[in-house]
């Protein structure tokens, strides 16, 4: 299993499980963690799966590709680490990884 910690805006935080291949929105909806709304399925066309990779896990994820990066470009409080939940997929790298979720979805 792969830990991943979701800080909502407010604070709260979430520590849940999931596994290799699986992406980071299916773990979010899968563990009942508010705040991703993933609007088009995961299929990288809405942008409403908005998370914040920690600077310390972001530099060990796949390059996001040109559709995941237009749309974080539309994104208004889009930060370093910015990423799409439904383009992350786990493995065993990340383990542990720190995601912060914007106080609200585009
Ligand atoms: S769920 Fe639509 S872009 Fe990720």
Same mark, same amino acid.
């Given at each position: 299993?792969? *830990?991943?910690?979701? *800080? @909502?805006? +407010? %604070?709260? !935080?979430?520590?849940?499980?999931?596994? @290799? $291949?699986? +992406?980071?929105?299916?773990? /979010?909806?899968?563990?009942?963690?508010? %705040?991703? =709304?993933? =609007?088009?399925? %995961? &299929?990288? /066309?809405?942008g409403t799966c908005h998370v914040i990779v920690a600077a310390d896990w972001a530099n060990k994820? /796949?390059? /996001?590709?040109? @559709?995941? &990066?237009?749309?974080?470009?539309?994104?208004?409080? *889009?930060?370093? $680490? +910015?990423?799409?939940?439904?383009?992350?997929?786990?493995?065993? &790298?990340?383990? $542990?990884?720190? !995601?912060?979720?914007?106080?609200?979805?585009?």
């Open positions: 299993m792969i *830990k991943i910690i979701f *800080k @909502e805006h +407010s %604070g709260a !935080v979430h520590e849940v499980t999931g596994t @290799e $291949g699986e +992406s980071l929105m299916d773990v /979010a909806m899968n563990n009942m963690v508010p %705040g991703i =709304d993933g =609007d088009c399925g %995961g &299929d990288c /066309a809405c994820l /796949a390059q /996001a590709n040109g @559709e995941e &990066d237009a749309l974080i470009g539309m994104t208004p409080d *889009k930060q370093d $680490g +910015s990423r799409l939940a439904c383009q992350v997929v786990l493995n065993g &790298d990340l383990d $542990g990884m720190e !995601v912060t979720l914007p106080e609200f979805q585009m």
